[in-house]
């Protein structure tokens, strides 16, 4: 025994067989452990009201949120209060147009609700002028018209809503810096509630528009919204946050903005981590093979920046998501027409890109028309990388739980398969690979910690320390209210 413990090579081998044996017994505990819960999930689901099932999976980890438009995610509450708040926006002051078509120059109805800048304000002739109030004095009722203007949440609303409307009313408000960075961390906050813990926003960092009127220098805007997310509220959420660069596809400039987008991500790799082209795909301004030649010159000159593409966001059968893997892009957002290519499905279970799944935006923009029709479980049972992500949940005015309950109530999704989403969505993530591998760390110790909670059999009591908060999305579908 002592010339044993005096040899360290014996020592070593000794050392390294127990840490293997002691391995596989704690992997199969867990095992035998996550087999036990994933039975008990399954006799949740069929015993507990919806409402209770809500609450139970806005306790559950959750992972990451990968497609996420900054903006589009916002809570208007949220946002009616910041935009108000002299602390916050400084000197400036927005105005909205409560009436439409009563001045000459423009009669387009849709325009109520456009939110302008008090110096886009000042500009106008005094008929124009009289449409609009300033934002601090609506009344209670016209302050929530205004923030019902700004989400999908009446019958008849749909794509053309969302896309034509709702994003222009977001305005001016949407380019102050200050109201992005506080917005930023009330996102953070709201997420964080409920078990997210790693958010990849699409956002565009030279959109900003000081009170003036004056571009704002987009370093300024870095800092701005750095200062905010080092503050202790901000930390507090326990939310890991990276950013995209996004490219409106459509747009003329539109490859000129791919080199831009690189040349930015390159030198702020502390907080941006990819390029993003978004933008409505029956556009065909912005066809995928419009963009092959820039990305290559890209990936001459830059290296290990992410590249996720939306891809497949369209009704009718097309080539999109194969042009799209032929840019470079490892992750998909949408693919909702990924089944009419079976070799592009194929390829795809070889785990060549992930995709995003956003099964609340597809509905309420009619890329389906019930769940029946969407290709989730299909890619998700066949192999196929793909996690859940809300889009633009405060535009939906729903949140990752509604993601999470939509996927187990439409589809059957096992324990097994929703802890696999979860896990996806911080494996393809484009974090840097030290602190990714603390979240999935924090993950795994997390969804353990979740199946001791709430394994036994007082999960009704349990679940009653649970304070959920379910949104409008959520009483419109299941009438759940807390």
Request: a neutral charge; proline letters at 3%; glycine letters at 8%.
């Amino acid at each position: 025994m002592k010339s044993f413990m005096k040899s360290p090579v014996l020592w070593v081998s000794y050392a390294r067989r127990w840490a293997v044996f002691l391995g596989l017994c704690c992997a199969s505990l867990l095992s035998v452990r996550a087999e036990g819960f994933a039975t008990r999930f399954d006799e949740l689901k069929r015993s507990l009201p919806k409402s209770e099932l809500y609450r139970l999976l806005y306790a559950m980890p959750k992972g990451g949120d990968l497609h996420h438009h900054a903006g589009g995610c916002w809570r208007m509450e949220d946002l009616y209060s910041v935009a108000t708040n002299r602390s916050i926006v400084g000197t400036n002051r927005f105005f909205t147009r409560i009436r439409a078509g009563g001045c000459t120059t423009d009669t387009n109805e849709w325009t109520r609700f456009a939110t302008i800048s008090a110096f886009q304000w000042s500009a106008m002739d005094e008929c124009r002028r009289s449409e609009f109030t300033a934002l601090d004095l609506l009344s209670p009722a016209q302050a929530r018209e205004w923030m019902n203007s700004l989400r999908l949440d009446a019958p008849g609303e749909g794509r053309e809503e969302f896309f034509e409307r709702i994003w222009p009313r977001l305005g001016a408000v949407g380019r102050d810096a200050n109201i992005a960075a506080e917005m930023m961390v009330r996102t953070l906050q709201r997420y964080g509630a409920e078990g997210v813990r790693y958010i990849e926003a699409q956002t565009i960092p030279d959109l900003y528009v000081a009170a003036d009127g004056s571009m704002l220098d987009p370093e300024e805007g870095q800092r701005i919204l750095q200062r905010r997310l080092s503050q202790p509220d901000a930390r507090a959420s326990g939310v890991t946050l990276r950013l995209q660069f996004v490219v409106l596809r459509f747009t003329p400039n539109a490859v000129q903005r791919v080199e831009q987008a690189y040349d930015w991500v390159s030198r702020h790799r502390d907080t941006w981590v990819g390029i993003n082209m978004a933008g409505r795909e029956d556009n065909d301004k912005g066809h995928p093979r419009r963009f092959l030649e820039v990305y290559r010159k890209m990936r001459r000159q830059h290296s290990g920046i992410g590249l996720s593409i939306h891809a497949g966001e369209v009704d009718e059968p097309n080539a999109h998501m194969r042009d799209t893997l032929m840019l470079g892009a490892t992750r998909l957002g949408h693919g909702n027409n990924v089944l009419t290519d079976d070799d592009l499905v194929i390829n795809l279970r070889h785990g060549v890109a992930f995709v995003e799944i956003n099964l609340v935006s597809n509905l309420l923009l009619e890329y389906v028309g019930d769940y029946s029709q969407h290709h989730f479980p299909e890619m998700l049972r066949l192999g196929v990388p793909c996690g859940l992500s809300t889009d633009d949940s405060g535009m939906w005015d729903s949140g990752m739980t509604d993601e999470y309950l939509t996927a187990v109530s439409e589809f059957n999704l096992t324990w097994d398969e929703l802890v696999r989403c979860g896990r996806n969505s911080l494996q393809w993530s484009y974090l840097e690979e030290s602190a990714k591998a603390r979240l999935l760390a924090e993950y795994d110790r997390d969804i353990r910690a979740f199946e001791e909670r709430f394994g036994g059999d007082d999960v009704p009591s349990k679940l009653q320390a649970v304070k959920p908060v379910a949104y409008g999305f959520a009483r419109r579908r299941w009438a759940i209210a807390y």
